[in-house]
């Protein structure tokens, strides 16, 4: 059986992972099939597109030595931040009636990415403007490795674990494997 009301936790990880698919879901179920509004699924669409453009406009600035591109820059990536922040907890909370248990629960995995990604955001800022400590290239190896990598790994594993959570792999494997074996077997 195909749900045909995607998870919350589901919509948000393929938004926040920019997954390839433009209807929000995965699996046999396309954006005509699903519950969710067209205007929510394009606002969880939406957000890649200024982050896209604040992370150019910061390098490029930085690569120009055009102060005033940097700062546009970071001021996109903190509006759209706010934004994304603001719509993943609204929707957690508006769509938590509707949800079943494992879209409640990978709604809650998303939510509690966003403290990681805020983190992710203050690094990317601090590299920008911050002291020479936070320098790349030259600066120390432990705050790369914590604020950047372990902070993008943890973002990583628990947006797919939300996506695991809200449409398992197993169960449809062995319902495929169950249906297979019931038109191969003889008829008695």
Known sequence: MVCSKPHLGELLSQAILMSPENSG????????????????RFALHFFRF?????IILTVVG???????????????LIVT?????????WLAVKARSVLPKSGQQAALLVVVTLPFLLVRVIYFLLLEYGPPKFNPA???????????????ILVVVLLILARAVAEPILPSVIKTRIAYDDLESPAD
């Open 25 to 40: 879901q995965s699996g046999e179920t396309g954006p005509g099939n699903s519950k969710w509004t067209k205007w929510i």
């Open 81 to 89: 931040f706010v934004y994304v922040c603001s719509l993943v907890t």
């Open 138 to 152: 030259s600066g120390d190896v432990g705050i790369m490795v914590g604020m950047g990598l372990l902070m993008e």
């Open 62 to 76: 930085g690569i120009i030595q055009m102060h005033e591109l940097g700062e546009a820059g970071s001021i996109l």
């Open 50 to 54: 200024p982050i896209f453009f604040a």
